[in-house]
C-alpha cells in the first residue's frame, strides 16, 4: 500500500477486492492505514476481523494538536503548549529553547528543535515550504529528560496488554538505537490511560512520554494509534502482536502479565546513523560496527531487533547497504534516516480526503 496517500479510495478499494476474493482471518494495519480503515471500519469488519476505535477517536490520537487537546481536557500533564495558526502567531510563542511540531506526522517527521534564532529560522522556511500553516502547529516548551515509551493493547477502553521501556541512546533524530525495558506503575495505572478510557479505545496505542531531570511527573508527549516497534515488548515476555490478533479475531483475551524489566535491545541500523549523524566519522563507525558484531560495551547482553541476521539472513542487507553509504559519506545520515518515508505516509491532503463527507 505504498501509494495509499495519494489514493487512498483506491487503494481501499483494492483491499475489499482481495477481501471478496480471499479469506483473510484479521485485518492489521502496522502504520497510517490505520487512518483509512477507520473511516469504512464498520463496513471492513463485515469482512474481516478488525480491531479499531471509531474514527472520531482515532483522528483525536493521530492528529498532535487534537491529542494536546485532550490532555488539556483530562488534566494530564504535558509540555507547556500553545497551538498556532501562522508563522505570525509561531514567533510570538515560542521560547528558546523549545520543539515545534506540525499536527500531523509521524516517523520523526515535522519536528524541529529550537535552540536560537538562527534554527527558529531554518523551522520558518522549513514549515512554509511544506505548507503546515494550513493546518495547525504545536509550540513547546523543551523539557531535559529521558524519553520513554508505553505501549498497550485496549478492549473497549480497557487496557490488557501493556509493556514500557526507556531509550537508553537515541539514534537518528529523536528514534532510539538502544532500549531497556522498564515495570513502571505510573503509564499502567488509570490516570496514565485515562485518555484511552475517554476514547473508548480498541485495538492498540503507544505513548511518548519524558521522565523529566528535575521532578517525578511524566510529561506526555506524543502518541501512535498503533503498537510501534513492539520486539522490546516480546522480548521482554509480553507479546503484543499475538494479543492484537486475538482482539481482532472477535475475542476478550484476559489481560497479559507484566514484561521483565531490563531487558536490553537495540537496533544496529538506528546506532550507526546516529553516530553517523552526531559527527561520527568512519574510524568511529567502524568502532560501532565492531561493538555490534561482538555484543561489546553498550551492546552486552542485548538483543538486535529490526535486523537479526542469524535467525534472518536476509535482514541483513539493508544495515549492510545503509553501512557501506555511511563508510562512502558519514555526511549522509541524515538524509538516510528522512529517506524511505514517502507515499504511505499521510499528508494533510490525504486527511482531508479521507475525512471527507463524500469519502468512498
Keep these: 500500500m505504498s501509494g495509499f496517500a495519494r489514493r487512498p479510495a483506491g487503494c481501499l478499494a483494492f483491499v475489499e477486492e482481495l477481501l471478496a476474493a480471499r479469506q483473510f482471518d484479521v485485518l492489521l494495519p502496522t502504520h497510517e492505514q490505520g487512518f483509512l480503515f477507520a473511516r469504512v471500519s464498520a463496513r471492513l469488519a463485515e469482512k474481516v476481523g478488525l480491531a479499531l476505535p471509531g474514527f472520531a477517536s482515532y483522528r483525536t490520537a493521530h492528529s498532535k494538536a487534537g491529542f494536546s487537546r485532550l490532555l488539556d481536557e483530562l488534566r494530564l500533564p504535558q509540555p507547556k503548549t500553545h497551538i498556532v495558526k501562522s508563522e505570525h502567531e509561531l514567533r510570538s510563542a515560542i521560547s528558546f529553547p523549545g520543539v515545534i511540531k506540525t499536527s500531523l506526522g509521524t516517523a520523526s517527521r515535522g519536528i524541529w528543535f529550537v535552540r536560537d534564532q538562527a534554527d527558529l529560522e531554518v523551522a520558518s522556511r522549513e514549515l512554509n515550504a511544506a505548507g503546515a500553516f494550513a493546518d495547525e502547529v504545536l509550540v513547546q516548551e523543551f523539557i531535559a529528560g529521558t524519553t520513554e515509551k508505553a505501549q498497550g493493547v485496549f478492549c473497549r477502553g480497557e487496557l ?201
Design 160 to 360: 490488557i496488554g501493556f509493556h514500557a521501556y526507556r531509550q537508553v541512546a537515541a539514534g537518528a533524530g529523536p528514534a532510539a538505537a538502544r532500549r531497556s525495558s522498564k515495570a513502571l506503575a505510573g503509564p499502567k495505572s488509570a490516570r496514565g490511560w485515562r485518555q484511552s478510557e475517554r476514547l473508548a479505545w480498541h485495538g492498540p496505542l503507544s505513548i511518548d512520554y519524558l521522565m523529566p531531570e528535575r521532578g517525578d511527573t511524566p510529561r506526555l508527549i506524543d502518541r501512535n494509534p498503533r503498537l510501534v516497534e513492539p520486539m522490546s515488548a516480546y522480548l521482554a515476555g509480553t507479546d503484543l502482536v499475538g494479543l492484537l490478533l486475538q482482539l481482532s479475531r472477535g475475542e476478550t483475551p484476559p489481560m497479559l502479565g507484566d514484561s521483565r524489566e531490563g531487558v536490553r535491545t537495540h537496533l544496529a541500523m538506528q546506532a550507526l546513523l546516529g553516530c553517523a549523524s552526531k559527527g561520527g566519522t568512519r574510524r568511529d563507525l567502524l568502532r560501532e560496527c565492531r561493538r555490534l558484531l561482538t555484543g561489546a560495551a553498550s551492546y552486552a547482553d542485548s538483543t538486535e531487533e529490526l535486523t537479526p541476521a542469524v535467525s534472518d539472513w536476509i535482514s541483513a542487507v539493508p544495515l549492510l547497504m545503509t553501512a557501506m553509504l555511511l563508510f562512502a559519506s558519514p555526511n549522509l545520515a541524515g538524509k538516510l534516516a528522512r529517506g524511505g518515508f514517502g507515499a504511505h505516509l499521510l499528508d494533510l491532503a490525504s486527511v482531508r480526503r479521507i475525512e471527507s463527507d463524500d469519502f468512498r
